[in-house]
C-alpha cells in the first residue's frame, strides 16, 4: 500500500442495505477524513478524526458513523442506505488537523 | 455563514496565463489551500498560503490578500494536461477547511 487506499471503487447499493466503506493509510498520519462530493458542490464534510480513538462530526454527519480504532484505519459506515446518499465519497489524511491532505481515489456510490 | 466564491469554469487557450479567483467569508482564517482535481480523480495539493503575498511554484503561482479575503491561482504557460477543476479551500478560526465548489478549467489548442 501506499498513500491511502478505499475500497470499494464503486458500489450500487439497495435502499435500506447497510455499507461500510473502508479507508486505509500507510502514512502514519494523525488526521483522517470523510468527505462526500456532489456535482455543483464543494467537498462537503462528514466525520473526522484527528487522532487514533477520537472522532467528530463535519458539516453532513446524518446517517453516517465512524470508527477510529488504530492509526491507520477510519471506515465509514452507512446503517440505512437512502437513494440521498449517492455521492462520491472520499477518504483523506494529513499529518495535524488540516495540514495538506492526502486523498483516496474516491468510492462511487449510488443507492437505488 | 461561511463562504467560499469561485467561478464555475473558465476556458483559455494553450500556452496562455489563467487567472481563477477564490474569495471568503468564513469565522477566523487560519490558511487557504488549492487542489487540482482532474475528472474522475481525487484532488491533489497545489498551494498554501498563510501570510499576504505570492507563492510561486512552477508554472503555477498563488496570491493571497486577508484583508480582502481574497485568493487567486494563477497557471502560465497553460498545457492541456492543466484542464481540471481548481479547488480552494480555507482553514477557519477551529482549524476546519472550508471548500468551495470548484472551478472546471477547460483548455483548447
Known amino acids: 500500500i501506499a498513500g491511502i487506499t478505499q475500497a470499494p471503487t464503486s458500489q450500487i447499493l439497495a435502499a435500506g442495505r447497510r455499507m461500510t466503506l473502508r479507508c486505509t493509510q500507510d502514512?502514519?498520519?494523525?488526521?483522517m477524513y470523510w468527505y462526500r462530493q456532489d456535482l455543483g458542490l464543494g467537498l462537503r464534510l462528514i466525520h473526522y478524526?484527528?487522532?487514533?480513538?477520537?472522532?467528530g462530526k463535519g458539516e453532513v454527519p446524518d446517517g453516517y458513523s465512524v470508527s477510529r480504532a488504530n492509526t491507520d484505519d477510519f471506515p465509514l459506515t452507512l446503517a440505512s442506505a437512502v437513494p440521498s446518499q449517492t455521492s462520491v465519497y472520499f477518504c483523506?489524511?494529513?499529518?495535524?488537523?488540516?495540514?495538506?491532505?492526502?486523498f483516496g481515489q474516491g468510492t462511487r456510490l449510488t443507492v437505488v | 455563514g461561511q463562504n467560499i466564491d469561485q467561478p464555475t469554469e473558465m476556458t483559455a487557450t494553450e500556452g496562455a496565463i489563467v487567472q481563477i479567483n477564490c474569495t471568503y467569508q468564513?469565522?477566523?482564517?487560519?490558511?487557504l489551500f488549492w487542489y487540482q482535481q482532474h475528472a474522475g480523480e481525487a484532488p491533489t495539493f497545489l498551494s498554501y498560503?498563510?501570510l499576504d503575498g505570492l507563492e510561486e511554484k512552477g508554472r503555477f503561482s498563488s496570491f493571497l490578500s486577508r484583508s480582502k479575503g481574497y485568493s487567486y491561482l494563477l497557471l502560465k504557460e497553460l498545457q492541456m494536461k492543466d484542464s481540471a477543476s481548481y479547488l480552494c479551500?480555507?482553514?477557519?478560526?477551529?482549524?476546519?477547511?472550508?471548500w468551495g465548489a470548484g472551478t472546471k478549467l477547460i483548455i483548447k489548442p
Open positions: 468564513t469565522s477566523g482564517f487560519n490558511g
Open positions: 502514512m502514519r498520519h494523525n488526521a
Open positions: 483523506a489524511s494529513s499529518e495535524r488537523d488540516n495540514t495538506e491532505a492526502f
Open positions: 478524526s484527528n487522532t487514533a480513538g477520537t472522532t
Open positions: 498560503n498563510v
Open positions: 479551500a480555507v482553514r477557519d478560526s477551529n482549524y476546519q477547511l472550508i
